[in-house]
């Protein structure tokens, strides 16, 4: 698809990481395996209002979609040239990584199951799965 910049644009989910235990494993269970470079990226809050009978919480779920530019197809049916958004639970709020806030703070979480934040112009390899399902705020 052309997005409203002029680009094309495969749009891809990303859900929760899976691990692997060897990287034969982890080739074998992805779609997509490029190298390319991080464009862009916006980060997304969406806002719920829980209403319990005792309280009411503002939860905001955090996540970030990265543009990202194909230089290199190792494995899949995308294009060099390409850009690519790929989301990634949480996000850059106020400074810091969070997956969410409730009532205006952030969410703790032990483990996110997925990287650090990517920054621009960094280069990455990705291993991609095609979801049958994005999640879209």
């Known amino acids: ?26 080739t074998t269970n992805s779609d997509v395996i490029v190298l390319g470079k991080v464009v862009d990226a916006k980060t997304i809050r969406r806002q719920d209002i829980v209403e319990f009978k005792t309280n009411t919480l503002s939860i905001e779920f955090i996540k970030t979609t990265y543009k990202f530019k194909i230089e290199q ?4 049916d995308v294009s060099v040239g390409e850009i690519i958004a790929v989301n990634q639970t949480g996000g850059i709020v106020n400074g810091k990584y969070t997956v969410g806030l409730i009532n205006g703070k952030p969410a703790v979480m032990e483990d996110v199951g997925e990287g650090p934040p990517s920054k621009i112009a960094e280069r990455l390899i ?12």
Do not use: C, H, Q
């Open 1 to 26: 698809t052309v997005n409203n910049d002029g680009e094309t644009a495969v749009k891809m989910g990303v859900s929760y990481a899976r691990f692997f235990s060897n990287l034969r494993e982890l």
């Open 73 to 76: 197809v190792i494995k899949g």
């Open 126 to 137: 990705l291993f991609l799965r095609r979801t049958p399902w994005v999640l879209r705020f």
